[in-house]
């Protein structure tokens, strides 16, 4: 399986010039500023957020639907683990490394031609209250490390207790079919928006 970090790369330089253009024409309370030191990046921080009324300022985290250019989905997918070099990895929505406020969900994005995208989707996410309504619903990070531990080699579609698997959301096993071999948490966003802990940008 071959992995597609690299193109993913070059995809998002790509993408970064619409989005900004997105900020520069809708963020009417805040300035931005584009990251692009790797070790901030790292940290869960694409995008700086500061206010323009108060002391204030919010680390952004871009995460685009790159596998899904010309289409639509209704969902997107938490990463919770991977792996590296054959060890599992921390998945960077618990990773207490990360910096991230708010995380800049990219969806439906357009392109006319490879590369060259025309028109998408944004939805910002709270972090720490995504973080605080999964544990109300009984998904904390250790609940969930037992549950992907319990089915080590399950691959495909996991429906949760805690989650309607039609109109909330459910776990995802990429074991089969990606390097990384991800385990996701895949969430509606109509879902996350109607819970208080998401709001439509663009």
Aim: proline share 1%.
């Amino acid at each position: 399986m071959k992995s597609s970090f690299k193109s993913d790369l070059d995809k998002e330089k790509q993408l970064s010039k619409l989005l900004d253009k997105y900020y520069k024409r809708h963020l009417k309370r805040y300035c931005f500023k584009r990251v692009y030191a790797l070790e901030e990046q790292k940290k869960g921080i694409d995008l700086v957020l500061s206010s323009k009324f108060v002391d204030a300022v919010f680390y952004i985290d871009e995460k685009a639907q790159l596998d899904y250019i010309n289409d639509s989905l209704p969902t997107f997918a938490f990463e919770l683990f991977y792996e590296k070099n054959g060890i599992k990895k921390q998945g960077w929505l618990f990773d207490p490394n990360k910096k991230t406020h708010f995380y800049a969900l990219v969806t439906n994005i357009y392109a006319d031609e490879e590369n060259t995208f025309t028109s998408c989707s944004i939805t910002f996410i709270n972090r720490k209250k995504l973080i605080e309504f999964l544990k109300c619903r009984g998904l904390t990070k250790k609940r969930l490390q037992e549950i992907v531990t319990s089915v080590k080699t399950f691959h495909g579609k996991l429906a949760l207790e805690a989650l309607n698997v039609k109109s909330e959301g459910y776990l995802f096993f990429s074991r089969k079919n990606k390097a990384e071999k991800p385990v996701n948490l895949i969430l509606k966003l109509d879902f996350l928006i109607e819970a208080g802990v998401g709001k439509k940008f663009v």
